[in-house]
């Protein structure tokens, strides 16, 4: 795995230390999410470790909230970087958290983790107590409310607490530019419909969170954006991850796309397909998140 790191480091900024999950959902996104949440663990955990490592903390912390934890990828990683710690993971699914508790118990470590089902747009929060370091990978942009998100975050958060908030460019990209031979550009198309669509369902993807966190009364300490290419090492994994991706946009833009590239594209999902993806040798994983490091004073 290659990272390629961009750091923007404010003034005031601590040294930073060098070294995904989701809170609110429509129904139609539940299906096969969890697995994809696991696979996104297992082929971007090298990424996910080395945001964690590089939150400039002014000491270790103790309690920490995961904040949309989805099947626990941001759980078990701050885990692993600080192992006095305990995590309460948050999220809306009792599937995910399910799947959560029981890597939890296989890990050894269902002592330190408590899992809490809630939907973060409701207007009662749960009790997260005052936690030292709140982390949300890829999970605010699907709040309906998330500048009220934000404020109750700083509420919660011990003075001198951090906040780091994770943010996806948009969906992985899988495939060469030529591919497939009969449909060149499939994937750059499926993209596009499915950001179209996002634009109307969750405008804040994407989004530039400095200047919300700034409103919110966080002061600003680091942004770091990180740019992954994986190329086929891990292959049956990235196979795997690519077919569930691209079959969740599936399920929401089909309709948005012409009748040779909805071919094209269940052609690539087809497991049975002689052109199905997981018989490429040519996989890559590209993409790109920035995460912000924000301090409650």
Same mark, same amino acid.
């Given at each position: 795995m290659r990272l390629s790191v961009k750091s923007m480091n404010h003034a005031h900024t601590h040294t930073p230390h060098h070294g995904a999950s989701h809170g609110h959902h429509h129904e139609h996104a539940m299906d096969g999410q969890a697995e994809i949440l696991d696979l996104d663990a297992e082929v971007l955990a090298e990424h996910i470790s080395s945001m964690a490592a590089w939150l400039p903390l002014q000491t270790a912390p103790h309690h920490i909230v995961d904040l949309g934890c989805g099947t626990g990828a941001g759980t078990f990683a701050l885990l692993d970087r600080f192992p006095d710690a305990h995590v309460t993971a948050v999220d809306a699914s009792a599937e995910h958290l399910q799947r959560l508790r029981t890597k939890a118990c296989t890990r050894g470590v269902e002592e330190r983790v408590r899992t809490v089902q809630a939907d973060l747009d409701d207007d009662a929060w749960p009790d997260l107590g005052s936690p030292d370091?709140?982390?949300?990978?890829?999970?605010?942009?699907? /709040?309906?409310?998330?500048?009220?998100?934000?404020? !109750?975050?700083?509420?919660?958060? +011990?003075?001198?607490?951090? &906040?780091?908030? +994770?943010? =996806?460019?948009?969906?992985?990209?899988?495939? $060469?530019? !030529?591919?497939?031979?009969? %449909?060149?550009?499939?994937?750059?198309?499926?993209?596009?419909?499915?950001?179209?669509?996002?634009?109307?369902? /969750?405008?804040?993807?994407?989004?530039?969170?400095?200047? /919300?966190?700034?409103?919110?009364? &966080?002061?600003?300490? @680091?942004?770091?954006?990180?740019?992954? !290419?994986?190329? @086929?090492?891990?292959?049956?994994?990235?196979? %795997?991850?690519?077919?569930?991706?691209?079959?969740?946009? %599936?399920?929401?833009?089909?309709?948005?796309?012409?009748?040779?590239?909805?071919?094209?594209?269940?052609?690539?999902?087809?497991?049975?397909? $002689?052109?199905?993806?997981?018989?490429?040798?040519? =996989?890559? +994983?590209?993409?790109?998140?920035?995460?912000?490091?924000?301090?409650?004073?």
């Open positions: 370091l709140v982390w949300a990978s890829a999970s605010m942009h699907h /709040m309906a409310h998330p500048d009220r998100a934000l404020r !109750n975050v700083h509420d919660a958060l +011990v003075p001198g607490g951090l &906040f780091a908030v +994770v943010e =996806l460019a948009g969906h992985p990209r899988f495939l $060469p530019e !030529n591919a497939p031979e009969d %449909r060149p550009g499939l994937e750059e198309r499926v993209h596009a419909a499915a950001d179209r669509r996002q634009v109307e369902h /969750m405008p804040h993807r994407g989004a530039d969170w400095g200047p /919300m966190l700034t409103a919110a009364g &966080f002061t600003v300490e @680091g942004e770091r954006a990180i740019a992954v !290419n994986l190329e @086929g090492s891990r292959s049956e994994a990235i196979g %795997r991850y690519a077919t569930g991706v691209l079959q969740r946009i %599936r399920s929401v833009i089909a309709d948005r796309l012409s009748p040779e590239d909805l071919t094209a594209l269940d052609q690539l999902l087809d497991a049975s397909s $002689p052109h199905s993806i997981l018989r490429r040798d040519d =996989l890559t +994983v590209l993409t790109e998140r920035t995460v912000w490091a924000a301090r409650r004073i």
